[in-house]
């Protein structure tokens, strides 16, 4: 809902700590929750309404594409090692290409996407928790599906296949290799950088391969792309972390892959979104 881990949290524990007290007697609502889950799903949401409408007019003015925080996990960590939780996490993340286009929807119409979609809320609940409709409802979910569906699903290759393209990829952009990239990269590609005017980056999306490649080689032509890569998984996919000495915040960046190939690439840099990454 918010695009953001730091907000999320917040949100959530604020949430718990107000569902604790009324269990215990120390709120002045109207006495103890009946149905928890309920109130939690209900309290959730329209705290994130709240602050997705007051947090509108920061969007406005942001510099550059706004890209949501990125979830990232070591590819490195064995299995049954690391945090459990946030495997499992991880794991049930959408693709970071969903989250962007989620993104484009109204704050409302994602609510709706989101609680059918992924809680499998019937139409009646979802209207409790939003004050509409259950017919409106069902009206907005069924326009966002099928503005969805006109948008090519990402795919989700296996692990070595999109590991041996971000190599690819990685090769291409230090050695120069516009042909390598040319074979890699869809006609239609875009590229979107958030900076959000704390550091570099472009300021509006660089789109068709042609221009995707040359603002590539000439951030490597600019030493930008040199220091230490490490792949890890953004939002459950294949990407890769590029921490250079000549940037203060570090790239994080996902791939999204349709018909072997790079339809899109997303590069976050803001260091306001990579403060709950450690990178050690």
């Known amino acids: 809902m918010l695009g953001s881990v730091a907000d999320a949290e917040d949100l959530v524990q604020d ?8 269990e215990n007697g120390k709120s002045d609502g109207h006495g103890r ?14 705290r994130c309404l709240d602050y997705l409408k007051s947090a509108r007019r920061k969007r406005e003015v942001y510099v550059g594409p706004w890209l949501p925080e990125p979830l990232v996990q070591s590819v490195d960590v064995p299995s049954g090692q690391g945090d459990p939780l946030q495997t499992v996490v991880l794991e049930d993340t ?20 989101i609680l059918r979609e992924a809680f499998e809320y019937d139409y009646g609940d979802i ?19 099928r503005r969805i569906q006109d948008e090519p699903p ?4 296996a692990s070595a296949q999109s590991e041996q393209l971000v190599m ?35 300021i509006n999306p660089i789109s068709t391969s042609k221009r995707v490649i040359a603002f590539i080689l000439g951030l490597a032509a600019k030493g930008e792309a040199d220091g230490e ?7 459950g996919q294949i990407g890769f972390v590029l921490i250079s000495a000549k940037r203060s915040s570090p790239y994080v960046v996902s791939l999204d ?4 190939r790079i339809h899109r690439v997303y590069m976050v840099c803001n260091p306001d979104k990579l403060r709950h990454l450690k990178f050690e």
């Not at 929750?33 to 329209?46: E, F, G, P, S």
């Not at 892959?257 to 072997?260: K, V």
Request: charged share 20%; with cysteine.
């Open 94 to 113: 959408i693709s970071y290409a969903f989250l962007v286009l989620l993104d484009r929807l109204t704050p409302v119409e994602r609510a709706v996407f």
């Open 229 to 235: 890569v490490r792949l890890v998984k953004v939002n």
């Open 168 to 202: 690819r990829f990685l090769h291409a952009t230090a050695t120069g290799d516009m042909e390598g990239l040319v074979s890699i990269l869809s006609e239609d590609i875009v590229l979107y950088t958030d900076g959000g005017g704390k550091v570099s980056a472009a």
């Open 33 to 46: 929750i009946i149905n928890l889950k309920a109130y939690l799903c209900k309290t959730v949401t329209n």
């Open 127 to 145: 209207a409790e928790i939003l004050g509409k409709t259950a017919l409106g409802c069902r009206k907005i979910y069924s326009r966002l599906k």
């Open 15 to 22: 949430t718990f700590l107000t569902a604790q007290q009324m």
């Open 154 to 157: 990402a795919e989700l290759p």
């Open 257 to 260: 892959i349709r018909d072997n």
